[in-house]
């Protein structure tokens, strides 16, 4: 396989600014992520409390995502990002500086967690749909989400790594910082696009009626549907892995800081395997069949690193895990991306974003709550076997949702017919 070709969406001049700007932006993220859950339990000392967070910064999307949608559909949406954007570097930057001169508060980290969950459910599927926008061949649409899934991995494997570092040396407040500081170039990318003009949108119906015809729209198909609801119950019950991280770093490891960095830096090389994988596929038919084999791995992974004593067992363990977690969210995401009417396109991301965000937060409290009671390992446990049992009801319907995806390949040119007769051989 020619290496140029998992990069090809990169001929793209918007996308290819757009991924230099994100890449240094996200690593920043990951490195406030991994700082913020050590500083949690390191001044409370509770898992409940890890999840409290967890589920403060991510149920504005349940609430949210689909008006985030109507945004998508209607407005601008790179400028759209550059607020977002913006508003995240200030919450970083807050934040910072309360842990910088040592006056945080747990309420405080809520309500601040709160604040960028907002920014986020706005900003996630505006993102998500503005990488269209990006693509002058519709044919690279498939790697550059592959691509956006290799650039989140790779910041979420360099970033742990230097938070881990940064925190035994410095503290968490810096980490923060520099997250801040990251925000500026992924907003001076988006400030360089040459963008092409988007034919406006009349808008002649009120949004409460663009909610309804975009759940019409998705719950009235069945391969969007079934795509969803998986992706939603394996986001649900997969949370315990990264709510629980600093847990198992700490009290069944016996390590610090630099333990949970290494564990979610290799959690972030498997998925960054991942997606190269995914990139590296010359065509979406099959996915579906992907997507089954992959939450398998990711449910098996769960149940195995939740028996696991040793650090470095668990360590391929979670490379696994990563693996698997993201080609299944990926694969799902560049099947619908792929089969989405273009108009509906910001509202189906959105209940995308809805399905593996805005079920996070019930699964942190949910994780955060159970392993108070019953232990971080058996909660793990749990959450591997629910995907496996998911995988299964999933496994009964691909031969349904192939014969109704690909009519709608043929109809768009992504594939001949004779090529999609051969698709599950």
């Given at each position: 396989?020619?290496g140029?070709y998992?990069f090809?969406?990169?001929k793209?001049?918007n996308?290819?600014?757009f991924?230099?700007?994100q890449?240094i932006?996200l690593?920043?993220?990951?490195?406030?992520q991994?700082?913020?859950g050590?500083l949690v339990?390191?001044i409370?000392n509770?898992?409940?409390?890890l999840?409290?967070?967890?589920f403060?910064s991510q149920i504005?999307s349940?609430f949210l995502?689909p008006?985030?949608?109507?945004?998508?559909?209607?407005?601008?949406?790179?400028?759209v990002?550059i607020?977002?954007?913006a508003l995240a570097m200030?919450?970083?930057?807050?934040i910072s500086i309360?842990?910088?001169?040592?006056t945080i508060k747990?309420?405080?980290?809520?309500?601040l967690?709160?604040?960028?969950?907002?920014?986020?459910a706005l900003?996630?599927?505006v993102?998500?749909?503005?990488t269209?926008?990006m693509?002058?061949?519709?044919?690279?649409?498939?790697n550059?989400?592959a691509l956006?899934?290799s650039?989140f991995?790779g910041?979420r494997?360099i970033?742990?790594?230097?938070?881990?570092?940064l925190i035994?040396?410095?503290?968490e407040?810096i980490?923060?910082?520099?997250?801040?500081?990251s925000y500026?170039?992924v907003i001076a990318?988006l400030?360089s696009?040459?963008?092409?003009t988007?034919g406006k949108r009349?808008i002649?119906?009120h949004?409460?009626?663009?909610?309804k015809?975009?759940?019409a729209?998705?719950f009235g198909?069945?391969?969007?549907?079934t795509?969803?609801?998986?992706l939603?119950?394996?986001?649900?019950?997969?949370v315990p892995?990264q709510?629980?991280?600093?847990v198992?770093?700490?009290?069944?490891f016996?390590?610090g800081?630099?333990t949970l960095?290494?564990?979610?830096a290799?959690?972030g090389?498997?998925a960054?395997?991942g997606?190269f994988?995914?990139?590296s596929?010359?065509?979406?038919?099959?996915?579906a069949?992907?997507?089954?084999?992959s939450?398998?791995?990711?449910g098996a992974?769960?149940v195995?690193?939740?028996?696991?004593?040793?650090?470095?067992f668990?360590?391929?363990?979670t490379?696994?895990?990563g693996?698997g977690m993201?080609?299944?969210m990926?694969?799902?995401?560049?099947?619908?991306q792929?089969?989405?009417?273009?108009d509906?396109?910001?509202?189906?991301?959105?209940f995308?974003i809805?399905?593996?965000?805005?079920?996070?937060?019930f699964?942190?409290?949910?994780?955060?709550?159970?392993a108070?009671?019953i232990?971080?390992?058996?909660?793990?446990?749990?959450s591997?076997l629910c995907c496996?049992?998911?995988?299964?009801?999933y496994?009964r319907?691909i031969?349904?949702?192939?014969?109704?995806?690909l009519p709608?390949?043929?109809?768009k040119?992504?594939a001949t017919?004779?090529v999609?007769?051969?698709?599950g051989?």
């Open positions: 396989m020619d140029l998992i090809r969406a990169l793209n001049r996308y290819r600014l991924f230099m700007g890449s932006s690593t920043g993220t990951w490195m406030q991994v700082a913020m050590w339990y390191r409370t509770s898992a409940l409390l999840g409290v967070v967890g403060c504005p349940f995502a008006i985030a949608g109507i945004v998508a559909d209607r407005y601008n949406r790179r400028e990002l607020i977002t954007q200030i919450q970083a930057l807050i309360l842990v910088l001169y040592n747990v309420w405080q980290i809520m309500v967690s709160s604040f960028l969950g907002l920014i986020n900003d996630s599927p993102r998500q749909s503005f269209v926008d693509i002058e061949n519709r044919e690279d649409l498939g550059a989400i956006n899934s650039m991995n910041a494997l970033g742990p790594s230097v938070a881990g570092i035994a040396w410095a503290g407040g980490c923060f910082l520099l997250n801040a500081i500026i170039a990318s400030l696009m040459r963008m092409k988007r009349i002649k119906t949004v409460i009626h663009e909610l015809e975009g759940a729209y998705v198909s069945r391969p969007i549907r795509l969803l609801l998986l939603a119950l394996v986001s649900l019950v997969g892995l709510v629980l991280m600093p198992f770093a700490r009290d069944i016996h390590g800081p630099k960095g290494l564990l979610v290799v959690t090389l498997g960054l395997f997606t994988y995914l990139a596929r010359k065509s979406v038919l099959g996915l069949r992907v997507i089954a084999r939450t398998a791995l990711f992974g769960l195995i690193f939740s028996f696991s004593k040793i650090l470095w668990s360590v391929p363990v490379l696994l895990c693996f993201m080609v299944q990926a694969g799902c995401n560049t099947v619908l792929t089969i989405v009417d273009e509906k396109r910001g509202r189906l991301m959105s995308y809805l399905a593996f965000i805005g079920t996070v937060p699964g942190s409290l949910l994780a955060g709550g159970l108070g009671k232990g971080a390992p058996f909660t793990l446990l749990i591997g496996i049992a998911a995988v299964l009801i496994l319907n031969p349904s949702l192939e014969r109704e995806i709608i390949y043929a109809k040119g992504i017919e004779a999609m007769m051969n698709v051989a």
